[in-house]
Every structure is written in structure tokens, then in C-alpha cells.
DNA sequence: GCTGAAATCGCCTAACG
DNA sequence: CGTTAGGCGATTTCAGC
């Protein structure tokens, strides 16, 4: 089933439901010109496709006192495939972790990171990440302020992208 | 009104809809142990708080033809906050851009930006983010893979941690 | 195959205690 | 916060393109 490749309102589907995720089915069908359960089907059908893989509530961090964000680029010493998952399931133990990503380059990985306070985060780094197995370097970064945070992908370069190929 | 104090349902409720978004009222209602009714208005009051900034559908970027994705370490030559402020602008009008973190240390700002593919990556790169004003140094990284992608806060240090002071 | 219309069922959301 | 109750949305069924 991967694969289906999508028309112009499944684009339109998922481009709403990005935006709005908990916008009405009746709501999305008038916005993407269908009635609503042709539009509950697609909807179905792009989640069991894994266009879409959840739906999530944008929870203000620090409004639940997380008042700290970090990155964290971590060098390892043993790039082989099995240390390098040995590390990515540390990271998905550690809760303060939200994000880890294998990068190319000088760095390994980049991990983002949250924590309630600064002292709550160097524990965790002197404690956990930098005592981890494997690991050779880390350089943190604290978030002074974020300028940007759009959830998901750019469908107006999508759009534009197919229009192209037309 | 912000600053509000939350009881343990609230915090249930941020939590269950962190993690899924789009749960009917009545099931939120039922898996915090209390009545429909005061659910939803304890929803649109956390809502309004701004503990909630919105609702999005998590698309999979790689399934609508998102292949890359990067990060990218920006310096600026100027430091002077209409500068900071001009950048992010900028920021903000690049669809690429995702996020857009501003820095503490030698790196000024890190972004995270989705590409359908390498060349138009490095379309933008060279003609708009490298060629931005008041770019000093723009160093980028590919994501080989991403390990862990969890939205929003970890409500178990969140708990953890209020346990301790009681 | 797809969509759309009708009908049922369940949820949302006021008003009130 | 809970209960009641009316209106609306969600979801199945079925017919048509």
C-alpha cells in the first residue's frame, strides 16, 4: 500500500489537518470540497499509509516551567552500526531528550533537549550523557529564544514543486 | 490570567493530548476520571492560558518526498538586536526553515530545514541563506537518520519533580 | 474504483443544580 | 464538578456515477 501516490485533495487534507489537527471532519470536507465521508475515508486511509503518523497537541514547555532548551552535538568513538544504536537507545530513554538525529560530519549527533531548569540538565549531562558509553565529545548549546517552530513539512513547495513538473 | 496554577487533571489532560490529539472529549473525560462537561471547559481554558498553542497533524516528511532533512549552524557579523531581529525575519519567510533557534555560544543560530532533495537545498543555501545580509558563516549538516522525534514535554520528569517538593 | 445522500449513533456543549 | 438534554458531527449503509 506505501506508495499511493496522493491527488490534489489528499495534499489538501493533509495540509489542513497540519495546521488544525483537531478540525472537524464535516469542517475539513467544506474546506477541501468533498462531502464528509469520502473525506473521513481519505483521512483513514493517509493514517494507515503513514502520511500521517499522529496527531499532537502543541504544548507550551515553558508555560509547564521546562524553561530550558538545549542542543547537544555529541561525538562518539565507535561509529559502527552497533554502537551507533546502542547510543540511539539511550536517547530514547532519556526523557529530557526529544529529538537525536544522526548527522554527517565532525558531529554525530545532535540531540534536542528540554529540561524544567538548568541544574536539572547539567546533572543529566555530567551524569548520563557524557558518562554514556561511546561517548567521546559533547558540545551543548542553550536556546536563548526561538524565532521559528512550524510543525511538519512546506506544502506550498510541494504544491509548487508539482506544478513544475506540469 | 496566565499563570495559573495547574491541578494533576490538567496535567493529565495536556499529557493525554500531547500524545494524541485528536481523542474525543468523552474518552479525554473518561481517562482523567472525571465527567465530560468540566473536561472540555478545563480543555478551552487551557487553551486560552495558552498552555495550548494548537493542534497538528504529524505528517512524515519523507513519505511526501521531504528526503532531506538539515541542520544548519548560522553566524551573523552583527550581533546588535535589529540585526538578530532582521535575520529571523528572514527566517521566518523561507519555507525550508522549519525552526529557527537563536544560540548562546560561537554558533548564533541553528535551523532546521526539509528539502524535497539536494539540489534544491542547495539552491537555497547559496542563493538565500549564505546570501542573506549580515551572514558571516553558514555551516550544515545532513540527517543520516532520526532516532528519536517526540513532541512536546516529558510529563514524567514534570511529575517527578513535583512529587519531590511535596 | 470512486463519490454523495440518508440514517443512525455517539459526541459536543449548553443550562442548571 | 455532575447531570440532563438538544443539536450537531461522525460513521455506516446504500445507491449512483
Excluded at 506505501?2 to 495534499?11: E, K, M, N, S, V
Amino acid at each position: 500500500m506505501p506508495g499511493t501516490r496522493l491527488d490534489a485533495i489528499d495534499r489538501m487534507i493533509l495540509a489542513e489537518l497540519q495546521a488544525d489537527g483537531r478540525m472537524t471532519n464535516v469542517e475539513l470536507a467544506r474546506r477541501v470540497g468533498i462531502s464528509a465521508p469520502p473525506c473521513l475515508r481519505r483521512v483513514r486511509t493517509l493514517e494507515e499509509q503513514g502520511y500521517i503518523r499522529g496527531y499532537h497537541a502543541d504544548v507550551d514547555p515553558r508555560e509547564l516551567g521546562f524553561e530550558v532548551q538545549v542542543f547537544a552535538m555529541v561525538g562518539l568513538v565507535s561509529q559502527a552500526e552497533a554502537d551507533l544504536s546502542a547510543f540511539e537507545a539511550r536517547c530514547r530513554s532519556w526523557p529530557l531528550v526529544r529529538e537525536c538525529h544522526m548527522l554527517n560530519g565532525e558531529v554525530d549527533f545532535i540531540l534536542k533537549c528540554v529540561s524544567p531548569d538548568l541544574r536539572t540538565f547539567q546533572t543529566f549531562l555530567t551524569e548520563s550523557l557524557t558518562a554514556a558509553p561511546n561517548v567521546a565529545s559533547v558540545k551543548t548549546s542553550l536556546v536563548i529564544r526561538q524565532a521559528k517552530g512550524e510543525p511538519g513539512v512546506p506544502f506550498e513547495v510541494l504544491e509548487e514543486r508539482l506544478a513544475r513538473q506540469a
